[in-house]
């Protein structure tokens, strides 16, 4: 058995997510239908994260197993190959120790979250970010982002479906930027809750807006109830940036 | 009579171009229809450029006249409403004087070209780039591209259907640079042959393959016959993204 670390871009748009759904398409049925239509092998994909609907990644992390031993530019090409048309790129292809895992291993998740903060709609950018129309304050947005940084309970800002066994997330960095007419917010951890980004991202546009304040985020924070959440942020705008593991990036 | 100005952004990829064409959508067409569906009036759009099937603008001139005055705020409100759901935004609107011309006043036109290289496909950024899985050296391309810098006669880089009655431009900027694996040709000129971009772009490529050398580059401008055109890049790199005039931007 031999495993094969993968680097995954993709346009979440037309999938039901990152993880293998029964009703609908998937990222991970796309990549397992890929390598058994290049190898024969049915295999089940890891992955770093669990991304929603309509989420991109420019460098998600995943592994499969495979029985043989493949040169690993062999496996990318013919995985891109097969995942046409599907708008999903093997980047990176590597052979890892048997104990690496593309979940368990990771040790730090990193998100990009990007607004588009003008009145037009979006043209070029559709399905790409969130278009705001009413003009955010990102230094506000940014001071009131610092509240969350830190081990809090994130109940708050965490979805109703969430998985995790604790509601406990230490946030390492949540910066927010603008450019031009694009505001930015960085989001890095070694684990997020379900939602938690874009939960995240809503109150802050909130705070951009004049409608909440730093102390509302730190009261909703406080309160642990998903009902003081203000908004979720959609899904479009949100993209998973990087994985951190043990040796290398 | 109120003649207005508009910047407009737009996704090229479903449209025939920005000209009203009779066999397919265009932008044109698409401007005027929301124009007539706003405030009941037929107008004809004129523009600075007139753009190919697949090619973007960021920010496209444009003017319409209309029998009334509207405040600006409400004409670019009501356009980017009736205009949904084309991919196409107007950005920007003002009331400029009548002689001011959006194709005519335009004294330089601004595109870039973006070339994603790299061997994985395009996710994320398909339709908004063009994919050289070949390494290219930027450097040697931008040194080539030195060449067509200044007035000569570009028949080489020109379409068959170009409707230009001189072949002779000058060509201000023609800057190729890299940020890791994106390539990118930044080109100015008062005015552009049809094709002249995405042919100097194609040759340019040739170079940063080592298929041709700066020689080549200056012998075919020299020919002055299509025959000698390496390569046409193609249209969903190319983004239209400034005009300027006389006295603004």
Known sequence: MTRYALTLEFDGTPFMGLQRQTH?????????????AFCGEQVRMQSAGRTDTGVHAYAMRAHIDLEREWPTFKVSEALNAHLRPHPIAVTHCEIVPDDWHARFSCEGR????????RRAPLTIEKNRAWQ??????????????????????????RSVNCQAQSPVKTLDRLNVYRRD?????EAEARSFLHHQVRSMVGCLAYVGMGRWDKQRVAAALE?????ALGLNAPPYGLYFVSAKYPDKT
């Open 132 to 157: 705001v129309p009413q003009h955010l304050d990102e230094a506000a947005m940014h001071d009131a982002a610092q509240v969350l940084v830190g081990q809090h309970d994130f109940t708050t800002f």
């Open 223 to 227: 309160t642990k109830d998903r009902q």
């Open 24 to 36: 609908g398409p998937s990222v991970q049925q796309a990549v397992e239908e890929a390598v058994e």
């Open 110 to 117: 990193s998100y990009i979250y990007r607004i588009c903060n």
């Open 181 to 185: 007419e694009w505001v930015f917010i």
